[in-house]
C-alpha cells in the first residue's frame, strides 16, 4: 500500500513538472547564412494591438538579455529584425482514473464501481519569435514554445524560460551537423 501512494505520488509530481516546461518547435530558411548575423534591431517598436503592453515589455526586455548573453548586440539596423506574438487558447481537459479510480479492489469479485472522470479548462500560452535578414527582408527562422499558463499575470522568470527555451534554437545548426 506505501508503495502505491509513492508511486502515484511520484506521477504526479511528474505530471506537475511536464506542465511547466514550454514544448518548443523551430523552423528556419535552410538557405539563410546565419554565420554573419552580429546585431540585431526591432521588426517593430510597439506592443501588437490587442497584447498585455506588459507582458509585451517582459518579453521585449527577455529577449534583450538572451540575445545579450548570446554576444549579439542591437543596432538600428541591425543583420537581423526580430519580431514577437503572444498568443492563448483555451482547451478542455478530460482524463479518467478508470472504473475505480485510484482505487484497487484486491477482492475482485462483481460489484458497482466508480468511475472518477476529472474535467477542466486550461490554457495554453504560445510565444512566437521571427527572425528577418534586413538585408533581404526575409523571413529566416521562426521559434515557438507552448505550455500552460494561467490567466493571471506571467511572471518575468515564467517569460524568461520560455523566451530562453526558443532561443536555444537560434540559430539552427548550420546544414548537415548534428
Known amino acids: 500500500m506505501k508503495a502505491r501512494a509513492v508511486t502515484l505520488a511520484f506521477c504526479t509530481m511528474l505530471a506537475a513538472s511536464c506542465t511547466t516546461t514550454p514544448q518548443v518547435s523551430f523552423d528556419a530558411d535552410p538557405n539563410a547564412n546565419f554565420s554573419h548575423f552580429r546585431t540585431y534591431s526591432w521588426a517593430y517598436t510597439s506592443a501588437p494591438q490587442g497584447t498585455n503592453p506588459l507582458l509585451s515589455q517582459r518579453v521585449k526586455s527577455s529577449i534583450d538579455s538572451a540575445l545579450a548573453?548570446?554576444?549579439?548586440t542591437q543596432a538600428d539596423p541591425g543583420d537581423f529584425a526580430i519580431g514577437f506574438t503572444l498568443g492563448a487558447r483555451n482547451r478542455v481537459e478530460v482524463s479518467s482514473l478508470g472504473a475505480y479510480g485510484p482505487y484497487y479492489r484486491p477482492w475482485g469479485g462483481w460489484g458497482g464501481g466508480f468511475n472518477q472522470v476529472d474535467v477542466r479548462n486550461v490554457t495554453d500560452g504560445t510565444l512566437t519569435i521571427d527572425i528577418y535578414d534586413t538585408a533581404t527582408k526575409a523571413a529566416v527562422w521562426n521559434g515557438q514554445a507552448t505550455q500552460?499558463?494561467?490567466?493571471?499575470q506571467?511572471?518575468?522568470?515564467?517569460?524568461?524560460?520560455?523566451?530562453?527555451?526558443?532561443?536555444?534554437?537560434?540559430?539552427?545548426?548550420?546544414?548537415?551537423?548534428?
Do not use: H, M, S, W
Open 69 to 72: 548573453a548570446r554576444g549579439y
Open 148 to 152: 500552460q499558463v494561467t490567466t493571471d
Open 154 to 178: 506571467i511572471p518575468q522568470e515564467k517569460v524568461d524560460i520560455a523566451v530562453n527555451a526558443v532561443l536555444a534554437k537560434f540559430p539552427p545548426p548550420p546544414a548537415g551537423a548534428k
